[in-house]
């Protein structure tokens, strides 16, 4: 109860804030276009009252240097490849409401280890409600995926996820508006059988997060919002709930809008930045704190060559009883050449470092992980469902302090028939 009452006192505290904010904002008019009524009417499949979209991907198909990154001290390489249907349905259920379900099966084939064979399941499962200037959406979603995990631990570990989220949006102008955002999930991971570490009882967890928006949209091809949050964790096994943790957090970000059709657009893209406070419920812990945020942003210098720059910064639960958490940071940036209207190059350097912020406080030594990535993709267009990319990856990770360097080659393609929107990527449906 102590909890749920913080919980509601924050979100409470956000919203007020962020509301008197957002007077300043307000101009006459309403919102333009919705994006959830645009994906049904859009939609390429049309069955009664009912519209889907499909997609094929015969994906990461092609040869691996070490499928394990160098974990082990004998290096494995392999062929492989992925197989995914998916599907996304929209079902009206009145005038103002549409069911949105989503479901993909993966099926992750390694030519030599059979032991990495996996299946791979998702679904994804909302009620939209829309009206003239209020949006609300309430969904039920379940994953069970086998995936590399992190770069404490570079095995496949299978995660199941149950989530439920509820958001309600408020648009008081024409630019203006402003959303609360509820979610809840409950993590459960299987013990991989080669390794000695407990992984479901040092993560699994529940966990819940809150958040109030402020979205002011000046224009039609730039957004900015703030962005509130609170998070909770709540570990399930006796010997890790001493992880259990408050997160408060506030950010600011701006996103641009790309034109529609063929007109092109200076900037594309988005980007946050904020502060974390990670308060640990166990007193002889010390809490910590640092700048997160993520981004995105592409600059069309010209209409054949693009700037592309991604960061990310964030807080990750540890697999290491004493560690808690770990801050890892990414950062990189490459080129896109537009060779024609089907076929394009990119490429992109990217690196990362993965630092302990627990360490020193408890006396410990923890390692250090860098890794430096570079990618090269050639995109072909090869008709409006069809699509190829052909791609090549290079990766290096350095285990400090031992200095030990560690490298992995990919080079493969995919290929991929059709398109699904997935979910929207900002909780607004409405846009200008």
């Known amino acids: 109860m102590k909890n ?35 994906l049904f009417q859009q939609a390429p499949w049309k069955l009664g009252t009912v519209r889907a979209y499909r997609q094929f991907t015969l994906g990461n198909a092609g040869y691996d240097s070490d499928i394990y990154y160098g974990y082990y001290d004998t290096h494995y390489p392999d062929v492989s490849f992925n197989a995914t249907p998916a599907f996304q349905w929209f079902v009206p259920l009145s005038k103002l409401v549409i069911f949105d379900s989503y479901q993909s099966l993966e099926g992750v084939f390694y030519f030599k280890n059979e032991n990495e064979r996996a299946f791979n399941f998702v679904t994804r499962n909302q009620v939209h409600f829309l009206s003239k200037k209020f949006y609300g959406k ?27 989220d509820g958001l309600f949006l408020w648009q008081f102008s024409r630019s203006g508006a402003i959303a609360w955002q509820v979610r809840g999930a409950r993590l459960n991971y299987r013990q991989p059988a080669s390794d000695s570490l407990s992984i479901d009882r040092e993560l699994n967890r529940n966990e819940y997060y809150a958040d109030a928006f402020l979205y002011f949209q000046p224009g039609t091809r730039l957004r900015l919002y703030l962005n509130g949050q609170l998070g909770l964790y709540d570990f399930r096994y006796r010997e890790s709930r001493f992880k259990d943790s408050r997160t408060y957090a506030g950010f600011g970000g701006i ?41 995105n942003i592409t600059l069309n210098v010209t209409r054949w060559l693009s700037l592309q720059a991604d960061y ?74 069809w699509q190829l990319n052909i791609f090549g990856t290079l990766n290096q990770r350095k285990i400090l302090p031992e200095d030990r360097q560690l490298k992995r080659q990919f080079i493969g393609f995919n290929l991929i028939f059709g398109s699904i929107p997935g979910e929207n990527i900002l909780p607004i449906p409405s846009l200008l």
């Open 255 to 295: 996103e641009f809008i790309p034109a529609a059709g063929s007109e092109r657009t200076v900037f594309e893209g988005n980007f946050n930045i904020g502060y974390m406070y990670l308060d640990l419920k166990n007193r002889s812990l010390k809490d910590a704190s640092n700048v997160v945020g993520s981004g």
């Open 4 to 38: 749920l009452s913080g919980l509601a006192s924050f979100i409470l505290f956000i919203s007020i804030f962020l509301l008197t904010a957002g007077r300043s904002f307000a101009q006459s008019g309403n919102w333009m276009g919705n994006t959830i009524l645009n």
């Open 138 to 164: 309430t969904g039920l979603n379940y994953s069970n995926v086998r995936q590399r995990f992190s770069p404490e631990l570079l095995l496949h570990i299978r995660q199941e996820e149950i989530s439920w």
């Open 312 to 385: 990310s910064r964030d807080f990750n639960v540890s697999i290491y009883s004493s560690l808690l958490h770990y801050l890892q940071t990414t950062y990189g940036g490459g080129l896109r050449f537009t060779l024609s209207r089907r076929v394009t190059l990119s490429n992109h350097l990217g690196q990362g470092l993965t630092k302990y912020p627990f360490s020193q406080e408890e006396g410990l030594s923890g390692p250090e992980y860098k890794f430096t990535t570079f990618m090269t993709n050639l995109g072909i267009r090869i008709s409006r469902e």
